[in-house]
C-alpha cells in the first residue's frame, strides 16, 4: 500500500474515533451533569476543563493520553469545529511523521 494511501486511511480513522469520543463525552455529561455539579470539586474541574480544553487538546496526539482527553472534550463542551481542527489536524501530522519514518 503507497504510504500516501496509509496515510489517508489512518487519519481518517482516527479522526472518526476522536468524533465518537467528543459525543460520548457529549452524552455523558447530560447524564452526570446534576453529579458533577454538587461537587465543588466537580464544578472547578468543569471550569478548568472550560477554561484550558483547548490547550489540553494539543496533547490528543499522545497514543495513551490523547483518547481520554477527546472525551473531557465533549464533557466540557468545547465548541466542535474547534476541536475537530486541533484534534483532528494533530492527528494527521502524527499519521504523516510515522509515514516520513517509513
Known sequence: MPKYTAL???SSGNILAIILNYWLGYWLYEKTKTKLFKSK???KAY???HNYGYYALLLSWL???G???TLVAG???LN???FVLIAGSLRIIRYYF???ML
Open 63 to 65: 497514543p495513551v493520553i
Open 8 to 10: 489517508i486511511f489512518a
Open 47 to 49: 471550569g478548568y476543563g
Open 75 to 77: 464533557l466540557v463542551r
Open 98 to 100: 510515522l509515514t516520513l
Open 80 to 82: 466542535f469545529l474547534w
Open 41 to 43: 470539586i466537580g464544578t
Open 67 to 69: 483518547d481520554p482527553l
